[in-house]
């Protein structure tokens, strides 16, 4: 069987192993010991597998494969943020980032390659939408950053590259997989999925994975919001802001986290604060401002310092809890809204000293 028509083992959570094995004739404990071996052990050798029938590995060796994706790139910054360039079967390139904070690991993983949603401040919108990631190129994210830690992250973010909740399926097969006990074993409440607010697509997700919440809200009206988020034409804050509402309902201590990017003079004043502060009435809430970060041929500013903590302070005294992020990573661009921007830019470089060197011999 060729290599790429065999099933990729990293594709599949608990139910869908146990149900591959069952079908190769063998009980599903051997499916979940395999789960184990791949997630648990980062074992990758059928024949180290020693607790499965040895007919099993053979048949798991001819018909099966386990394909990651490979770190191509690994860039470490001033404070302890890396950035993991992966590179997927098909030669398409997305970033991982680890970010460490005290006794917290952080991976923040990318869900597609590109990203269709085209959110002005955002610099993956730039590149376009290329394609979903497989269940197995999202874990395999989890799956590398474990191995090169020693180590389960203990949180992981859906804040990478691409929208999660365009990629509803694999998203959530790669979650279980985050969650689940035979693997990662990380706490529902410390995978958070990040979305623009695909309405349908978040009401499912409740009854589908149930992991934390944040949404890119960054506009507290629809008149700004569809500017600087343009899917809120399609799903209008009367929309989203129920469902979030829902999604955390008869949840004691759940907070739904609202991203706020921080852009100077747009949405950035304490008339937006006194709107937001109204938008959020009764929801319980935190509120994640992030100060933008720039990237080449944007308009946009970020906001002055004074200002951010203006429109903190603003929203702290109406009883919001509310954290300016920090910037983590920026300078090896693995901050916010960055990710693989820059490798685009690296290789149309690369294409260009390609052509001047061709160019040169001719
Ligand atoms: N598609 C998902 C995940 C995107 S990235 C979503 O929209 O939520 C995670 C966060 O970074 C989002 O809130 C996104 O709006 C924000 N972001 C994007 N570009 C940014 C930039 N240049 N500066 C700061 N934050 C940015």
Redesign the pocket.
């Known amino acids: 069987m060729g290599e790429a028509e065999r099933t990729n083992l990293l594709d599949l959570d608990r139910p869908g192993m146990e149900a591959l094995i069952v079908d190769m004739g063998f009980k599903p404990f051997h499916g979940r010991n395999l789960l184990k071996w791949i997630h648990k052990h980062g074992v990758t050798d059928f024949a180290q597998m020693t607790d499965l029938p040895k007919v099993l590995r053979e048949r798991l060796a001819a018909e099966t494969r386990i394909g990651l994706p490979e770190i191509v790139f690994e860039q470490p910054s001033l404070d302890g943020t890396t950035k993991w360039v992966l590179e997927l079967d098909d030669g398409q390139r997305i970033e991982t980032v680890y970010i460490p904070d005290g006794d917290r690991s952080t991976i923040c993983v990318s869900?597609q390659v590109g990203?269709a949603?085209d959110?002005s401040?955002?610099?993956?919108a730039r590149q376009g939408f290329n394609r979903n990631l497989t269940t197995a190129e999202i874990i395999g994210q989890v799956w590398a950053a474990t191995r090169e830690l020693g180590r389960p992250p203990s949180n992981v973010v859906?804040?990478?590259?691409?929208?999660?909740l365009a990629n509803f399926d694999n998203v959530v097969r790669a979650m279980q997989l985050m969650t689940e006990d035979l693997a990662y074993m990380i706490a529902r409440t410390r995978v958070t999925l990040?979305?623009?607010?695909i309405v349908p697509a978040l009401r499912r997700l409740r009854e589908a994975s149930n992991v934390s919440l944040?949404?890119?809200l960054?506009a507290p009206d629809n008149a700004l919001r569809d500017e600087l988020?343009p899917i809120n034409r399609k799903y209008p804050l009367e929309e989203l802001i129920p469902a979030c509402r829902d999604y955390i309902a008869g949840e004691k201590r759940r907070k739904i986290t609202w991203?706020y990017?921080m852009l100077d003079g747009v949405n950035d004043s304490i008339a937006h604060a006194k709107a937001l502060i109204r938008l959020l009435q009764g929801i319980p809430s935190k509120v994640n401002l992030?100060?933008?970060?720039?990237?080449p041929g944007?308009d946009?500013r970020?906001s002055p310092l004074e200002r951010i903590d203006a429109f903190r302070q603003r929203l702290i005294r109406a009883g919001i809890i509310t954290i300016t992020r920090k910037t983590r990573g920026d300078d090896i661009d693995a901050?916010?809204?960055?990710l693989v921007g820059r490798v685009r830019d690296r290789s149309r470089r690369q294409l260009r000293e390609g052509g001047t060197v061709a160019g040169g011999r001719a």
Not at 121 to 124: G, I, K
Not at 158 to 164: A, F, K, Q, T
Not at 194 to 197: D, L, P, V
Not at 290 to 295: G, K, L, S, T
């Open positions: 869900s990203c949603l959110c401040f955002c610099s993956t859906l804040m990478g590259m691409g929208e999660p990040s979305t623009s607010g944040a949404v890119s960054h988020v991203e990017v992030i100060p933008f970060n720039p990237f944007t946009y970020t901050a916010c809204g960055q």
